[in-house]
T-cell receptor, first 114, second 110 residues
């Protein structure tokens, strides 16, 4: 019974490059959430998706960031033209239903922008 | 969603009971209280949730007073492996995003 899977676990990008972070939710889960954790800070909500729909993107920066959760395949968080301030740990979580107190988190992707 | 405030750090010894308090003065009627544990380089892990009064599961208890402006996570007889950061994110109306505060770094010593 695999948990939430994220890849890559570590990603190094140079300023201006694109970063693609992938998240496969737990089996049977159709709700995906992305969070960002800057060094020495708590987690910040970014976006909430269901299959093929963005439900809440109130935490997403207006530019350079996008997310999708296609009908088939993993959820993707895409960061274009990365800057040093994008360096952080990005966590994906999933839940079976919308009405769920418990979100299952993946191990995170640590993005380093050089 | 309402903001949460917790002590930045706490120290304890093995075998003691630890109580971590979270303040959420502006909690809304539809907000639920959850607690998560996070170890270094890992994603948070759900511990417990509640709306009001007391909730207990196999690992912790959660106490919520009638006014719901605070909550207390109680960990009985902590061990070294309980050393972690504990968060009390609120969740709106049973679903959707979690709003995390700074968290409490608990250090359990032998």
């Amino acid at each position: 019974n695999a948990g939430v899977m994220q890849n890559p676990r570590h990603l190094v990008r140079r300023r201006g490059q694109e970063a693609r972070l992938r998240c496969s939710p737990m089996k049977g889960h159709s709700h995906v959430y992305w969070y960002r954790q800057l060094p020495e800070e708590g987690l910040k909500f970014m976006v909430y998706l269901q299959k093929e729909n963005i439900i809440d993107e109130s935490g997403m920066p207006k530019e350079r960031f996008s997310a999708e959760f296609p009908k088939e395949g993993p959820s993707i968080l895409r960061i274009q033209q990365v800057v040093r301030g994008d360096s952080a740990a990005y966590f994906c979580a999933s839940s079976r239903e919308k009405i769920s107190y418990e979100q299952y988190f993946g191990p995170g992707t640590r993005l380093t922008v050089t | 969603l309402a903001k949460t405030t917790q002590p930045i750090s706490m120290d304890s010894y093995e075998g003691q009971e630890v109580n971590i308090t979270c303040s959420h003065n502006n909690i809304a009627t539809n907000d639920y209280i959850t607690w998560y544990q996070q170890f270094p380089s890992q994603g948070p892990r759900f511990i417990i949730q509640g709306y009001k009064t007391k909730v207990t599961n196999e690992v912790a208890s959660l106490f919520i007073p009638a006014d719901r402006k605070s909550s207390t996570l109680s960990l009985p007889r902590v061990s070294l492996s309980d050393t972690a950061v504990y968060y009390c994110p609120l969740i709106y109306n049973q679903g959707g995003k979690l709003i995390f505060g700074q968290g409490t770094e608990l250090s359990v010593k032998p």
